[in-house]
């Protein structure tokens, strides 16, 4: 196995310079603009397109629809017009059905030397028409002997190349003329198949060095779909296959503080406190929770649920079985409104049980801060909530056994990477998400983590009611909006502030703040605002007030996107929603239709907004559903951009497109499954293969072991 692997690498890591039509300038030039530095990176630099050089056109049935066209005939006449700047070299070109002219603005002379009037030749170009005339600028033209060798009939790769490397002439089509040289050194041979051959059966796959040569130089479209359904499923098998030992790995020999069991707290509770009976998704969530703190290694768990679904209550009751089994637990929140917030929460249900509860943020006074310090460091204090703080080196726990991570997305792997330092054996770690991942993302992103769902809202919840209006239908809108707050409910106006320090931005949310009192003056109505620029405390305040039922109205940025629990507020009010994106929006919207009253979600934009705005919206209007949103969302905007995603390389597939390719992907995953299934290690003989490949190639495991 190993000499197959040492022959792999002795011409496919050959340095970029030695292959024929490159040398030292070219090669410099590929490696600054293409990173490519090896024959290999050039065989993994796949074309965007193919031009159709299959077909010859009969040049009478050339249509100005037409894009590029290729035409074969005698050259019938040439001849030098103009001059200075205008000086071009016109010929013509007569098949049987009609003729064509071919124009030269530059190279005419070595061009008039090459041609020969009476000759044939293949010319081949995009098609432009001028006076009613077909016409091809500057055609590649060859004589009919050149054009029939042997590799230049077929669908004609073009490569994705810099400014830079145009300008020296490394064009799209150069880059062909170097894979055409690269694939006259290659062998078959070189490619040892890295899917067992079963799966390739079975999945109905091409092999290796086909799908690598076909991608470059298909004869026709199948061949091409053929090459590309292989890659695709090379690279997600691969993945899947990396992440599922991750996973079998962790679940094999981690260590991991042994939970054994359910004790007098957890009951306590759950019989005679819980203020509501739990959903089943919820229950169910719990029960998986219990089985990974059982085992005796590290949980490792993402818990998704949609906003709304109650993953707090499900948070609480995991810290409950810690504290069962003499562990302390703590639960980290991205603002200080959500710490405050979960913190008074939990005093109020925790109270009855004896339990403290600490509440540590950047606003923490310094002498609260020390008398926590050591409340967590001897052990007093067993459940602890706050924000960024609880990270800090000072924060030392007695025995810290589960560390919750509400909103997971907007905190660093290396910030989450802390919690796991905080106990000698890692704590157990929940990780909490309302932004809903598409199944896609979650399978790879995501893919090395166990994973729950809550699929379930709480009972007696009425469906949020989401409309567009128009800004000249503001009057309306106030009227619904008196009329709700009449009947006893709040609202929230949220305004954009994407970045909290523009000045500008912060001008328009005051004269927003403005326009909402003008509304709603007081004192019949009284409003509460919170933004960036404010001290927690203030923020604290005012939110408050609002929760407290002190004022009608709350306006607000997007700090309150993230878990902001005010049941009584039914009527969410979006200005200029065009200029949120669509998980921000179902964010924001999470915030209504939290109590049992019926809840509306108002998108107000100006009557010109763009097509993918106006897309957004229509969706936001249609569903409710995190998780067709989240979707949508990924067929909108791509992978990388997708809240609550990982950064890292995870999603960097060269060809794999997760918002498109699903269906690979769950048959890919199956595979990688089954395959582990039988074989964890990869040590059966047959696998050799493909556990070198891994190996070789595994510099591309881009993410840790971190939830
Ligand atoms: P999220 O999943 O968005 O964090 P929360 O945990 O804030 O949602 O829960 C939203 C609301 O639903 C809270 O008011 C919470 O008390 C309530 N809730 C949670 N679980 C249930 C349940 N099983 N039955 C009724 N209400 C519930
Ligand atoms: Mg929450």
Redesign the pocket.
Known sequence: MKLKIASKISILSNPIEYLKGVGPLRADMLKKELQIFTFEDLLFHFPYKHLDKTKIHPIGSILPSMDFVQVRGRLISMEIMGEKRGRRLIAHLRDQSGIIELTWFQGINWVQKMLTVGNDYVAFGRLSFFLGKAQLSHPEIETLKESNEAGKNFLEPIYSVTEKLKARGLSGRAIGKLMYQLFLVLEEKEFVDNIPFQIIEHQQLCSRWKALHQIHFPKNIQQYEEAVKRLKFEELFLSQLRIGMLRSTRHRFSRGLLFSKVGDYFNNFFHSHL?????GA?KRVLKEIRQDMGSGKQMNRLLQ?????????VALMTMLIALDNGYQSCIMAPTEILANQHYEQFKKLLQPLGIEVALLTGSTKTAERKKIASGILDGNINFIIGTHALIEDTVQFKQLGLAVI?EQHKFGVAQRAKLWKKNTIPPHMLV?T?TPIPRTLAMTAYGDLDYSV?DEL???RTPITTVHRLDDARPQVMDFIKTEIGNGRQVYFIFPLIEESEKLQYEDLMRGYENVKAWFPEPAYWISMVHGRMSAEQKEINMQRFVKRETHIMVSTTVIEV?V?V?NASVMIIESAEKFGLSQLHQLR?RVG?GTEKSYCILLTGSNIGKDAKERISIMCQTNDGFKIAEKDLALRGPGDIQGTRQSGALDFRLADLAHDREILEKAREEAENLLKKDPDLQKVEQAALKSFLQYNNSSTPWGKIS
């Open positions: 203020p509501f009976s739990l959903t919820q649920g949609d906003v709304g679904s109650g993953k707090t209550m509400d909490m309302a809550i709480p009972p007696g878990g629990n049941p999470g939290r």
